[in-house]
């Protein structure tokens, strides 16, 4: 199973980008899809999930600026960001959780720099 993420770039502050990860390999349900966010110096820490069902959870600091979507079909992923702002630069990590079993699987990060 591997997970491709992709939008990453540089941006000025308040503007916005949009972040893709898909799943491919072998065939998996997932249930949980997630973004994390790393940035120099700190832990990673989730931005947001969606459920299967489509239930959302956000991280204090981006609610109102960012939504999470899916495309259960696709196996997809994406992220719209707006209003971006210095603290959102950092390596953005897709992440999914299979319906069954312990695995956990992530992307390789997208770079995204928000310049003031």
């Known amino acids: 199973v591997q997970l491709q993420a992709s939008g990453g770039g540089l941006v000025q502050a308040g503007g916005s980008l949009r972040l893709s990860c898909a799943v491919s390999?072998?065939?998996?349900?997932?249930?949980?899809m997630a973004w994390y966010r790393q940035a120099p110096g700190k832990q990673r820490e989730l931005v947001a999930l969606?459920?299967?069902?489509?239930?959302?959870n956000y991280a204090d600091s981006v609610k109102g600026r960012f939504t999470i979507s899916r495309d259960i079909t696709k196996n997809a992923v994406y992220l719209q960001m707006s209003s971006l702002n210095a603290e959102d630069t950092a390596v953005y990590y897709c992440?999914?959780?299979?319906?069954?079993?312990?695995?956990?699987?992530w992307g390789q990060g997208t770079q995204v720099t928000v310049s003031s």
């Open positions: 390999g072998r065939d998996i349900t997932i249930n949980i």
């Open positions: 992440n999914a959780q299979p319906a069954f079993g312990p695995a956990n699987y």
């Open positions: 969606i459920t299967r069902g489509g239930s959302t």
